[in-house]
């Protein structure tokens, strides 16, 4: 008996006449032939009668096994045509898969990534910029819905007065009595393009504010200032005073707004030239331009040094230099102060011009001091490097270090950073207390490492040192702490002030009521401190740290903290509402809207999840109300 031919395995699965793949069947069939056991077997009838069996069998298979299914995908698969009229007909799934066992596979179909949606086609999609980029103005849209569903419930109920109490439906007076929601509320409906609300806050600020700063009583020079004053400031530069920005036609010509200013302003000035030093009283009676100090004789060193970049930009525009003049004497005098590694205590004397007692913090009292350091060098621009007010700059600094240095720690077990207080001063104890106020710090941190500018376009200029790479990692490290401020707590918002686990410091049984958050631990929140007043700090930190380093997850933790506004602090008659516990499900209300919801909070959400050239960090600065003022006052 002969050989067979030396077939290689080329020759077998191939023909190659063609050079085509041949079919299973074809290559089993050939081999077989071809092969000396074929003439041995085929040469008996149990050989012929296993034979014909191995092949019904085969056939059998095929016609009746439903394969484990597999990446090989058919084309009625990928487009999703077909799948009912398979399911209707045995007898068409016969046909078919007959006709599959012949049919060669087709080829793998192109892998999509893992966050490819399908259409309403069944065809797959995989995200475009575009869709992203309409997904945030879908988002930004929430926000502005959620601006006119504030400000309609304050118009109904509570117009002219400063505060809405959106549960009991009425309107109080908590800051004077000048419809503080109404100016703070102005510019912001500028920015969102929101005429009818311009068009009535404007009429309103045209027809009563001026007769209101005449007669109303005594008010705080500090949140007079930010609130009203900053917002009055605002709305004139964006509705195109100045050359400002126009972005608004409704409402009064910018000069109403200009106007009404400087009668406010004219009447804050009593409180520096009524003090004994260059630090300013706290309290001034409107109706006839005189001042006192706040009971006790203090005043808080944050609010005398937060006054600066509202009256320097009075001046600016009204062309009356005695705005600034008296403002920036605040910030030489302390310029001259003993300090703590540029860290100050939270009072001073207006009659002594010192310092007064010894504790230190970046919460209230003693947080936006550190901010306008910053911010009022800032304002004066492109001759900042050499100015009158590089000395401020040059305190920022020095202050950075020692919050670095002096009040930044870490928690445990998962080493959350936060910054801390002293409240016997350097030589006491720390205290791993942080109050959401001190989360401004974040974004105020990642702007003085970049001047306003992404930190790409730093990088690029080599603009950044390594004390502002430092700075900007805290600020980054601060963020997430912050975001876990919230995502730790049972409704998903921050309480007002949170304590932390150190190896030094513990609590137990103060936890925020979120058992799946990784942080539970780490952050302690005592049932006095455990109400949220709608507070900004958080997202205007990531609305910058968003602008500066283009990390989408600063979006995604605005979005997370807005949805949770929406769903525990939204009154359905109009209006949201401050909470008295969030770790508590449901929560219950604190009957107030902040005007701050509406000044700071929803413009910085708006403006977070919108186009970044819209109110460019390196063309403005924002006072600590939210209300932007141009940088470079030089003529």
């Known amino acids: 008996m002969s050989k067979s031919l030396p077939y290689s395995r080329k020759d077998v699965d191939y023909d190659n006449a063609k050079f085509r793949h041949r079919s299973f069947f074809k290559v089993i069939t050939q081999t077989f032939l071809t092969s000396n056991r074929k003439r041995d077997c085929i040469s008996c009838s149990t050989g012929k009668f296993l034979f014909l069996i191995l092949i019904f069998g085969v056939v059998y298979v095929g016609l009746t096994h439903n394969p484990i299914p597999s990446r090989v995908v058919s084309r009625d698969q990928v487009f999703g045509i077909g799948k009912n009229e398979e399911s209707n007909s045995s007898t068409n799934n016969g046909v078919e898969r007959l006709k599959k066992f012949w049919r060669r596979a087709p080829r793998l179909p192109p892998q999509l990534p893992p966050d ?30 959620a601006f006119t569903h504030a400000w309609s419930g304050y118009k109904k109920y509570a117009m002219g007065y400063d505060e809405l109490m959106p549960v009991s439906q009425l309107g109080t ?24 609300v311009v068009a009535e806050a404007g009429s309103w600020v045209e027809e009563n504010l001026s007769e209101r700063i005449s007669k109303k009583g005594q008010v705080n020079l500090f949140e007079t200032t930010i609130r009203v004053l900053g917002g009055l400031l605002s ?64 005043s808080s060193t944050s609010e005398v040094s937060t006054l600066q970049l509202e009256f320097n930009y009075l001046s600016y525009v009204s062309g009356d230099q005695k705005y600034s003049l008296e403002a920036m004497k605040v910030m030489d005098h302390i310029k001259t102060l003993p300090k703590v590694e540029g860290l100050v205590p939270i009072y001073i004397s207006p009659h002594s011009g010192e310092f007064s007692g010894e504790n230190i913090r970046l919460g209230s009292r003693g947080d936006s001091y550190y901010e306008y ?39 445990v077990p998962n080493e959350l950073v936060f910054v801390g207080e002293l409240p016997s001063g350097p030589n006491g104890g720390f205290s791993p207390k942080m109050d959401h106020l001190v989360c401004f710090l974040s974004g105020t941190l990642a702007l003085g490492a970049t001047k306003g500018l992404t930190k790409k376009q730093a990088m690029e200029n080599n603009m950044l040192n390594f004390e502002d790479l430092e700075n900007l990692k805290l600020a980054e490290d601060l963020a997430k702490t912050c975001f876990e401020m919230y995502s730790v707590t049972s409704t998903g918002l921050a309480p007002e002030i949170a304590y932390f686990h150190t190896q030094e410091f513990s609590e137990q049984g103060h936890e925020g009521g979120n058992k799946s958050s990784e942080y539970i631990n780490d952050i302690i929140i005592r049932p006095a401190d455990r109400h949220n007043l709608l507070r900004p700090e958080t997202v205007e930190s990531l609305f910058v740290l968003y602008r500066i380093t283009e990390d989408l997850k600063y979006r995604e933790w605005g979005w997370e903290i807005f949805e949770a506004f929406e769903k525990y602090t939204k009154v359905d008659t109009g209006g949201y509402s401050s909470l008295d516990d969030v770790t508590t499900i449901p929560p219950p209300r604190r009957d107030k809207m902040e005007t701050f919801f509406l000044g700071e909070t929803l413009k910085y959400l708006y403006l977070l999840f919108g186009d970044s050239s819209h109110i460019p960090l390196d063309k403005f600065v924002f006072n600590t109300e939210a209300h932007p003022i141009p940088i470079n006052l030089k003529k």
Do not use: C
């Open 373 to 411: 350091l910053l911010k009022v060098w800032l304002q004066s621009g492109t001759s900042r490097d050499n100015n009158s007010t590089s000395y401020l700059y040059e305190m920022y600094k020095e202050a950075m270090n020692g919050v670095r240095h002096r009040l930044v720690q870490k928690s």
């Open 116 to 145: 490819t949606k399908r259409n309403s086609n069944g065809i797959d999609h995989v995200p475009t910029a575009l869709d992203v980029k309409a997904l945030w103005i879908a988002r930004q849209q929430k926000v502005k819905e």
């Open 173 to 196: 007076d908590g800051l004077g009595g000048l419809g503080a929601t109404v100016v703070d509320a102005l510019d912001t409906a500028m920015i969102m393009g929101i005429d009818e």
């Open 235 to 298: 709305a004139y530069h964006l509705s195109g005073g100045e050359k400002g920005m126009n972005v608004t036609h409704a409402g009064p010509k910018p000069a109403v707004y200009l106007e009404t200013a400087k009668n406010l302003g004219d009447r804050l000035l009593s409180a520096f030239t009524s003090s004994p030093t260059p630090i300013p009283f706290s309290d001034v009676i409107l109706h006839d331009s005189s001042s006192h100090p706040a009971p006790g004789g203090l």
